[in-house]
């Protein structure tokens, strides 16, 4: 990140949070652990239970959130429709031109959305992104490039870490914690 000009206010990463209207991501790494099981009829990927849930959170709150992949999968494909995902897109391509393509559609920009992704394809998302974030076990690279490192692992809980983080700094996480107590 580049040092901002003398009397320029940077924004620290709560603040950035707070401006967050829109969730991306990445599935393989972000959501899963980067593994796929092969061998039967489809392939099989496992996928954190409280990451959906903090998924489902979001869009409770009016968070828009959506999946980009270069590598489709009806796997991907079965759970996004589970979570009914805003957003859906799986090919080969440029990650930056599918995410213009979503901005339009939802009327948002770049300064709009976190980004969450593990790996070189997901560089060019990451650098435009209002804000970045990488799981722990991204590559180098990714974690260099990303605002925010999580605590945890991809497929692991890094989403729902990214999850809460967005609701901590919009001042939600406490109203979403008393839903679940009342």
């Not at 099989?44 to 979001?58: A, C, S, T, V, W």
């Not at 979503?102 to 394809?121: P, Q």
């Not at 722990?136 to 870490?161: F, I, L, P, S």
Request: with cysteine; hydrophobic share 40%.
């Amino acid at each position: 990140m580049t040092t901002p000009p003398e009397g320029h206010h940077s924004p620290t990463l709560e603040e950035r949070f707070r401006h967050v209207r829109m969730l991306l991501c990445d599935v393989d790494g972000v959501l899963t652990d980067a593994s796929i099981w092969v061998g039967a009829e489809s392939e099989l990927k496992r996928f954190n239970i409280r990451d959906g849930l903090g998924i489902k959170i979001l869009q409770k709150e009016g968070i828009k959130v959506g999946w980009i992949s270069n590598r489709p999968s009806y796997a991907t494909t079965l759970r996004a429709t589970e979570l009914k995902i805003d957003y859906l897109f799986q090919a080969e391509g440029s990650k930056v031109e599918a995410i213009e393509n979503i901005l339009k559609k939802a009327a948002m920009s770049w300064s709009d959305i976190c980004y969450i992704g593990d790996d070189v394809v997901d560089l060019g998302a990451l650098q435009h992104a209002g804000i970045s974030v990488a799981p722990a076990d991204a590559t180098a690279e990714a974690c260099e490039m990303a605002d925010y490192v999580t605590k945890r692992n991809g497929g692991h809980g890094a989403v729902r870490e990214v999850a809460e983080l967005i609701l901590r700094a919009q001042g939600r996480w406490e109203k979403v914690v008393n839903r679940y107590q009342g």
